[in-house]
């Protein structure tokens, strides 16, 4: 079955970056678009940034863009997200997920929506203070 398992995330001050990674298992994880999602208690889970499966386009939420880099290495099976100029309002858990359906292989908001994937990983919490 598919499997996520993210890690990477810690405490950093602000201005600080992290690397978060998701490894896929089960499944032809080349086939699959990935995307990284955020949530904060009491909050709707929110999306952060996709890629296609082949990692020709990605798509990033405005409050993350110049800051955040999606990436993936196929051949490693994981996924990647690249935090830079990290801001306390990025705290929160963050979770990859992956799908082979179109709205998640849509190059657009759609690819952000929580609903365009049937697949998630258990989190990592990142934690910025200023």
């Known amino acids: 079955q598919v499997q996520l398992v993210e890690s990477g995330g810690g405490s950093v001050q602000a201005g600080g970056s992290l690397r978060l990674s998701c490894v896929g298992s089960?499944?032809?994880?080349?086939?699959?678009?990935t995307a990284w999602f955020r949530q904060t208690p009491g909050k709707e889970r929110e999306g952060v940034a996709a890629?296609?499966?082949?990692?020709?386009?990605?798509y990033y939420t405005d409050s993350v863009k110049g800051r955040f880099t999606i990436s993936r290495d196929n051949a490693k099976n994981t996924l990647y997200l690249q935090m830079d100029n990290l801001k306390p309002e990025d705290t929160a858990m963050y979770y990859c997920?992956?799908?082979?359906?179109?709205?998640?292989?849509?190059?657009?908001?759609?690819?952000?929506?929580?609903?365009?994937?049937?697949?998630w990983g258990q989190g990592t919490q990142v934690t910025v203070s200023s």
């Open positions: 890629i296609s499966a082949a990692g020709s386009w990605s």
């Open positions: 089960g499944y032809t994880f080349s086939s699959y678009c």
């Open positions: 997920a992956t799908d082979r359906r179109t709205y998640a292989c849509n190059s657009g908001q759609m690819s952000l929506v929580k609903w365009s994937y049937n697949y």
